[in-house]
């Protein structure tokens, strides 16, 4: 089946830093998804990204579907950025699975 | 506001106590599916449906059921629970099969001691 490798799989920052995270994965996939898992463990979609490039305030994803990997740009980074961020993808096929990746942890300091 | 709701939360059950976990979502959507994540194992779904009484077993089935009467709802059940199905769940939906993200649920948490 289809692997997801995110990294790095910690990360420490300063607020304010910023950080860049990697999802890469082994096949095309039509679905790509990065999420933002709080300390709650609530799943909070941040972007849906199978190609191409979005922005949302001070977070940015790009896919390059050709190369298959997807890259999360925090800007600015605050506290309440802190969790696990995934990185989850799906083929073309008849059950719709997500894949996730195993996830960075992000811990920002004040 | 477009989401989708799981309930409850926080459920802390005993062994063989039969419970159900529901999932409503206010999107239309056809497709919906559940998740456990498990430290260490991640994310893996349980079980899926495409539409209105159709559903099919997703990567970990065993001892849970579920059921698509109506679109908006998907309810996890857990007939006989035991500890191993202590587990963080998600229900997510997404506009069809292939189309577009899936939105989650907020978890439940559960408890089987």
């Known amino acids: 089946g289809i692997q997801v490798e995110q990294s790095p799989p910690d990360l420490i920052l300063q607020e304010g830093a910023n950080s860049t995270l990697r999802c890469n994965f082994s096949?095309?996939?039509?679905?790509l998804q990065w999420f933002h898992q709080n300390p709650w463990g609530q799943l909070i979609n941040l972007f849906y990204i199978p190609s191409g490039t979005k922005q949302n305030g001070r977070l940015s994803a790009t896919t390059v579907a050709t190369e298959r990997y997807s890259l999360l740009y925090i800007s600015s980074s605050q506290t309440t950025d802190s969790g696990v961020y995934f990185c989850?993808?799906?083929?073309?096929?008849?059950?719709?699975?997500?894949?996730f990746g195993q996830g960075t942890t992000l811990q920002v300091k004040p | 506001e477009a989401q989708v709701t799981q309930n409850p939360r926080y459920l802390i059950t005993v062994t063989g106590k039969k419970l159900t976990v529901t999932c409503s979502q206010n999107m239309n959507h056809e497709y919906m599916s559940w998740y456990r994540q498990d430290p260490g194992l991640g994310l893996r779904q349980i079980y899926y449906?495409?539409?209105?009484?159709?559903?099919d077993k997703g990567d970990v089935p065993e001892g849970y059921k579920v059921s698509r009467k109506e679109k908006r709802n998907f309810p996890l059940i857990l007939e006989s629970p035991s500890p191993n199905q202590t587990s963080l769940y998600f229900c997510a939906s997404r506009p069809s099969l292939d189309a577009y993200g899936y939105t989650f649920g907020s978890g439940t948490r559960l408890t089987v001691v």
């Open positions: 449906s495409m539409n209105v009484e159709v559903t």
């Open positions: 989850a993808v799906a083929r073309s096929s008849n059950t719709g699975k997500l894949i």
């Open positions: 096949d095309s996939v039509n679905n």
